[in-house]
């Protein structure tokens, strides 16, 4: 099921500030709010793809994208120019999401499966022709693990990240990501092999 990385667009991330950015963040930091809408509409998009890894339904991945501009105001004075605005608020992305999934993981809220969507994850039925479906199937099966295994195996897996890159979106030593990311995947077999149980 997780056997590559997804492939990702390297222009992305190796991006540098543009004269653009580096504008609209100057002005932002001296209180311009129409400098900082002008960061937002330039990035929604890209980290609202991001935050449909933490949540399939609209309005709270609509919740999560406006936390992570928020944060990212609050934040602004704090940004000091030396990777790309995009990283910067995809690692505020990574820490707004991960804490969503703490607390529905405190609520202990799980995303459902029918017997069918099982035995699909299981490789014992033909896999989904929709990708939405398919989706919403990992989701599902994800939702059982711990929101650390699930963040390492949703930046590695679904973000295309590499092992470094996701430690230090998640906060984790390189070495701290190869085996969570090696228990996760262990954990998340156990998970795919009980099935709704």
């Known amino acids: 099921m997780l056997d590559k990385p997804a492939i990702r667009d390297e222009s992305i991330v190796d991006a540098v500030l543009s004269d653009e950015d580096n504008r609209d963040i100057a002005a932002a930091k001296n209180g311009d709010g129409d400098a900082f809408g002008r960061l937002v509409r330039r990035y929604q998009t890209e980290i609202a793809t991001q935050m449909r890894r933490f949540s399939r339904d609209s309005a709270i991945c609509e919740e999560l994208v ?3 501009f928020v944060e990212a105001y609050i934040s602004l004075r704090s940004f000091r120019g030396q990777a790309p605005w995009l990283h910067w ?3 505020i992305a990574v820490r707004v999401g991960y804490r969503f999934w703490t607390n529905r993981k405190n609520l202990r809220e799980k995303v459902s499966l029918s017997d069918g969507d099982w035995q699909c994850l299981q490789g014992h039925a033909p896999p989904p022709s929709d990708a939405t479906e398919a989706a ?6 994800l939702s059982r693990l711990p929101p650390a295994d699930r963040l390492i195996l949703t930046l590695i897996y679904l973000d295309g990240c590499t092992i470094s890159e996701a430690a230090a979106r998640g906060g984790w030593t390189v070495a ?3 085996l ?6 262990i954990r998340l077999k156990r998970v795919i092999d009980r099935g709704g149980s």
């Open 176 to 178: 701290g990501a190869k």
């Open 136 to 141: 919403e199937q990992v989701q599902a099966a």
């Open 89 to 91: 608020l995809r690692r």
């Open 66 to 68: 406006h936390d992570v």
């Open 180 to 185: 969570r990311a090696f228990r996760a995947r």
